[in-house]
């Protein structure tokens, strides 16, 4: 067993950085992607999808690797992960410049949810390669 401060760094601390670089981006304002409004909404929203479930995957291989069922862990990361762009929603409210909107916590909460369908019913089920590539990033 690996001590609780080398446990804490290697699983913890990503998922905890990640949280702080969304809290800094979200604290200044969006430069635009595209001058075409729906080009540029479409990027930001996938950033979003991309970001969250990025964040659910970490919080969920933490919660695995320190003894949590699966189960129980899917539903923890999913919660953390949605809970966390609930909040980063209200901080975007007071930062001028930006806006909150419910849609974003929904597509937040729409990233982590697949990332981690995919994670747990997808992976284990393709190539052997991509199965012992998710064996030893500790996500399967």
Do not use: C, N
């Not at 969304?22 to 595209?34: E, H, Q, Y």
């Not at 862990?73 to 209200?90: P, R």
């Amino acid at each position: 067993m690996r001590s609780k401060i080398t446990f804490l760094l290697i699983y913890w601390f990503p998922p905890v950085i990640l949280a702080g670089i969304i809290f800094i981006l979200s604290s200044s304002t969006v430069p635009k992607a595209s001058d075409i409004y729906w080009q540029d909404f479409i990027v930001k929203k996938i950033a979003h999808v991309i970001i969250y479930g990025i964040l659910a995957v970490l919080i969920y291989r933490a919660l695995i690797v320190g003894g949590t069922s699966k189960k129980k862990a899917v539903l923890m990361a999913f919660s953390l992960a949605a809970f966390y762009g609930a909040t980063d929603e209200i901080h975007q409210y007071f930062i001028q410049g930006r806006e909150s909107k419910l849609r974003d916590v929904v597509i937040d909460g729409i990233g982590a949810s697949a990332s981690l369908f995919f994670t747990t019913k997808v992976l284990p089920g393709l190539p052997k390669e991509l199965v012992e590539l998710g064996k030893r990033l500790e996500i399967i």
